[in-house]
């Protein structure tokens, strides 16, 4: 088995960004908009912080408070649209009930839209002409690749089918000419088209889900999840124990996929910018 270091092949991409802004000289500004006091949400507010400094990319941070209204939100955005420093705007989610979180993607302006959720993206991405692609998808295939694993004409199972990770994930699988298999809560036989994986990314959200009689010899596994085990540690939807010694590849949590989501948004960003420049 060999493990995907997700550390390296993200400090990689941030490095060529780095280099890139720094030679041409480009000023590209993100912003950052976090509403309410959600812990994780902090957490990945500041790690999407500090990959802009690195890159040498300006964040605004826009903090606002819990009771924040979905008016005063919309109205940040239209600011932001507006604003030329603003390349790329980001709205952490989960928003607080009061705010409709559609309303809000709509919103933003599509070419400001580094996240690719607006249905304008989301449709490109679906004919296969986009400008951006979804960060945590982009970052898998970027890992996918970094293993010189052949993706075109192999089976690809992807678990879970929400708008941010799973249906766009198996979009990109398909337009690098997979076969792609997408399960949900209501697949039968789990197990059985999971075996069948060459290529397995599981999205579910649940610790210990993915389990050694799921995952075909020698098969890629990327895991997506990010848990919270019975003792309060960080952990991905795969039992990483038994998968690993059954498995080709494997991405470890922490340390996976979650740091190439961050360095796919400054990627994002600095596309943004060079769009906007044009
Ligand atoms: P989500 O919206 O909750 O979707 C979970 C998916 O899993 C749903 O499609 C659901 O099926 C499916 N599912 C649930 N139970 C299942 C079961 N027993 N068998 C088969 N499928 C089942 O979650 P998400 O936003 O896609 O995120 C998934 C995980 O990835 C979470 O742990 C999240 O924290 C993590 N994540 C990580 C990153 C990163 O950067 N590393 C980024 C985004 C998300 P139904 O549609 O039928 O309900």
Redesign the pocket.
Known sequence: MTLIDGKAVSAAVKERIKKEIEEKNLKIGLAVVIVGTDQ?SRV?VNNKKKACEFCGITSYEYALPEETTEEQLLELVDKLNGDGNVNGILVQLPLPNQIDEKKIIERINPEKDVDAFNAVNVGKIMIGDYSFLP??PA?VMELIKSTGTEISGKECVV????????KPMAMLLLHENATVTV?????RN?KEVCSRADILV?????AG?VTADMVKEGALVID????RNAEGKLC??VDFNSVKDKCGFITP?PG???????AMLMENTLRAGKLQSL
């Open positions: 994780a990945y960060c945590t970052g678990i879970g089918r929400s708008n941010i990770v799973g399960c949900h809560s209501k697949t789990l599981s999205a579910v959200g649940k889900f997506v999840g990010m848990n991905g939807d949590v996976g996929v979650g740091p190439m989501t961050i």
